[in-house]
C-alpha cells in the first residue's frame, strides 16, 4: 500500500491495519491513529502536529526526519524503529516501548517519556532537554557504534 505525500488532517484511522504502508512525507495535522497497526510503514519525513498516536504498533517502522510536535504516543510500540532525526518536541512517550530503536539526532525536547523503556536503544546527539524521563529504563547507547 503507498500513500506518498497522502493529505490525512483530521483522519480517524483508529485501529487501522497500516502495516508496511508507504505514509513518506505524509500530513497528520490532527489525525487519530490509535492502536493502529503500523508496524515496518515507513513515515519518514512526516509532518503533523497533535497526531494520537497511542498504543500504535510502530515496531521497526521508519520515521526518520518526521516532524510530529505535540504527539501524543502514549504506550505506543516501537521496537527497533529508526527515528532519526526525527522533531518529537512535547511529545508523550510515556510508557511507550522503544527498545533497540535509534533515535540519533531525535529532538525531544520538553517530550514525557515516563516510564518509557529505552533499553538497547541509541540517543547518539539526541536533544532530552526539559524531557521528563522519570522512572525510564534507560540502558542505552549515547554514542555511535
Do not use: Y
Not at 93 to 103: K, R
Amino acid at each position: 500500500m503507498i500513500l506518498f505525500s497522502a493529505d490525512l488532517h483530521l483522519a480517524d484511522l483508529r485501529g487501522a491495519w497500516l502495516e508496511g504502508a508507504d505514509l513518506r512525507g505524509a500530513h497528520l495535522r490532527l489525525t487519530t491513529l490509535t492502536q493502529a497497526r503500523l508496524a515496518r510503514a515507513n513515515l519518514s519525513g512526516a509532518e503533523g502536529e497533535s497526531v494520537d498516536l497511542r498504543r500504535a504498533d510502530l515496531e521497526a517502522a521508519d520515521l526518520s526526519g518526521a516532524r510530529l510536535k505535540g504527539a501524543d504516543m502514549r504506550g505506543a510500540q516501537l521496537p527497533r524503529a529508526k527515528l532519526v532525526g526525527v522533531w518529537l518536541e512535547a511529545a508523550n512517550l510515556s510508557h511507550s516501548a522503544l527498545t533497540g530503536a535509534d533515535l540519533t539526532g531525535a529532538l525531544l525536547q520538553r517530550s514525557k517519556l515516563f516510564k518509557a523503556n529505552l533499553d538497547g536503544a541509541t540517543l547518539s546527539g539526541a536533544h532530552l532537554d526539559g524531557a521528563d524521563v522519570r522512572w525510564t529504563l534507560l540502558d542505552a547507547r549515547l554514542d555511535s557504534p
